[in-house]
């Protein structure tokens, strides 16, 4: 969209994309603690998507869309690892379950159980599926894993396209770590892997998948929760 004088026009591009923000939110919100506010979500996800505009380069050859969802997704994380928005004791709780995980995997040769996860934690299954709920969304993390090391002031698009003519994916397409993704993916129980396509290549939310099962939302936050804890147990060795 642009003006009478060839230029791009913000205000419409603006409107144009506030249902981009509101859905990235809505898709975030579902994975964090109650304390979180979708509203809140989205003006900082407006602020994204405002310099998403200043910065945009058509020349880049990226479509301003992916650029503009990296902004955003960007801008509600940087919000939320200001607001420390998982307690000290989840991130305890999220490794405990990754080891667990981990440990049970070497001593079994298979994904363990959700009861045998909890008998190694030496939790009652429904203590352990409580704990699921409450650690809910550490899976944004692995965009911290992605910038350890690096210069956290650095926008993600900045340090992987500095060369105009770099593809701005070009680190999501490293064909290892996809194999190993991919891998770990067809290595999740069966119900958990068709949780994890329904939120992942489907976009959505839980509540739909709940409907989907036949169970609460509560259980597919939970599932998705021991998911995440098994890949990053089997990606952390990649």
Not at 57 to 82: H, K, N, P, S, Y
Not at 93 to 121: D, F, N, T, W
Request: aromatic share 4%; with cysteine.
């Amino acid at each position: 969209m642009y003006t009478a004088k060839g230029q791009l026009d913000r205000d419409a591009m603006i409107r144009q994309h506030v249902p981009l923000v509101r859905r990235i939110a809505h898709h975030m919100i579902a994975k964090l603690p109650p304390n979180v506010e979708l509203d809140d979500l989205i003006q900082v996800g407006m602020i994204g998507l405002a310099e998403a505009l200043s910065r945009y380069e058509a020349a880049q050859g990226v479509q301003f869309e992916t650029f503009a969802t990296q902004r955003i997704r960007g801008a509600m994380l940087d919000e939320l690892r200001e607001g420390d928005w998982m307690s000290r004791s989840s991130r305890k709780s999220q490794k405990e379950i990754e080891q667990a995980v981990h440990r049970l995997e070497h001593r079994l040769g298979r994904s363990p159980l959700e009861s045998e996860i909890a008998e190694e934690l030496g939790m009652e299954l429904s203590e352990y599926q409580s704990l699921l709920g409450k650690v809910r969304g550490t899976q944004l993390v692995y965009l911290e894993d992605m910038t350890h090391g690096q210069d956290e002031e650095e926008g993600f698009l900045e340090r992987h396209v500095a060369d105009g003519n770099a593809d701005p994916l070009a680190l999501l397409r490293d064909q290892r770590l996809r194999a190993s993704l991919v891998a770990a993916i067809q290595s999740l129980p069966e119900r958990e892997q068709h949780i994890m396509g329904m939120y992942y290549e489907h976009d959505m939310n839980l509540k739909e998948i709940a409907a989907v099962l036949g169970v609460t939302e509560s259980r597919v936050c939970q599932l998705h929760s021991q998911s995440i804890a098994r890949l990053r147990a089997k990606m952390r060795a990649h």
